[in-house]
């Protein structure tokens, strides 16, 4: 062989391998090559409002301050709604008297109050009938009136239908409540519970109380602000979890699948955050409304949201961030 040929032999062998060992001395991907993707800090917020009207009171946080889930953050004047309360707490105690009153039948010594009206009542009625009879054969002869014969008669008539009322009203005396009568009473209790719950909800909507952890953001009223039912009183940040809203072209659309790992990066810091792919959109976003060519759909872009493991106050609602894919075989791996 020609030493000119061995010359541009071993020349060709050394690009090669130079080639090989440094990716296309750059010029393509290597097989840890990085893959980006640009995103936002999610902005979650929440307008924190009262279920019920009011003058506002207390008002225990200001912007920038820090809440956790619980905390009561305002509140409107609670004496009208205590006022309810109370009133429908008596008339729940009034239908539960009426009910075991009802249950329980009427009392012996009402009983034997009207048994012994029933036996005041014939005694009047052996009278007027007495005196009724010994006027009629008197009538006869002439010895008693007319007049006063019918006023006899009307006396006996009515001693003998107040004995009929008497005995009429001490068998209802022993008979006791119709189940009836029970039952409505019993649902006038579940009447009076549903007042007083109703009444007790009303109350403990007087009290705004944070949904979840957060930073405040605004602060709209004051102590003293008559607010109407859903009048914004807080703007709330949600920061637990921290996620990050990101967008991939459709070209890289296969890269990405919930759990793969992830490195994030911010411009303010050199820490590398770490996360994993919670979800990926199924539609695209900004693309042109018919795809004809292969140059449009490299327009496509989908959203992909991450989930930050561990993060910290270096993130902020809204900042951008730059997020690293690894294509290696381990990056689908669980996040330490």
Known sequence: MPKRAIVIAVVAIAIALAAIFTSGFGLWPGEDAQVEFYGNVDIREVNLAFEQSGRITEMN?????????????????????SDDLRAAQARLASARAQLVKSRNGNR??????????????????????????????????????????????????????TVNSASQQLSLLRAGSRQE?????????????????????????????????GIILSRVQEPGAI??????????????PVYIRAY???????LLAPGTRVNMTTDSSDKIYKGTIGYVSPSAEFTPKTVQTEDLR????????????????????????TVTLARTKDRDQAPD
């Open 61 to 81: 946080f200001d912007e920038g301050q820090r809440v956790e889930k619980g905390a009561v953050m305002a509140v409107i004047d609670q004496q009208s709604l």
């Open 108 to 161: 012996p010594q009402e009983i034997a109050a009207a048994a012994a009206q029933l036996e005041q009542a014939r005694a009047q009625f052996r009278q007027a009938k007495s005196e009724y009879e010994r006027r009629a054969g008197l009538v006869a002869i002439g010895a008693v009136s007319r007049a006063q014969f019918e006023q006899s008669r009307a006396a006996f008539e009515g001693a003998q239908a």
């Open 181 to 213: 009568d029970i039952a409505a009473n019993a649902a006038a209790v579940e009447q009076a519970k549903a007042d007083v719950a109703q009444a007790r909800t009303r109350l403990g909507e007087g009290q705004l109380v944070a949904p979840s952890g």
């Open 227 to 240: 607010v109407s039912p859903g009048a914004t009183i807080y703007t709330l940040t949600i920061d637990k």
């Open 248 to 254: 991939a072209p459709e070209s890289q659309l296969g």
């Open 298 to 321: 490299s327009d496509l872009v989908y959203r992909f949201r991450i989930v930050v493991q561990k993060p910290d106050s270096g993130l902020r609602q809204g900042q951008p961030v």
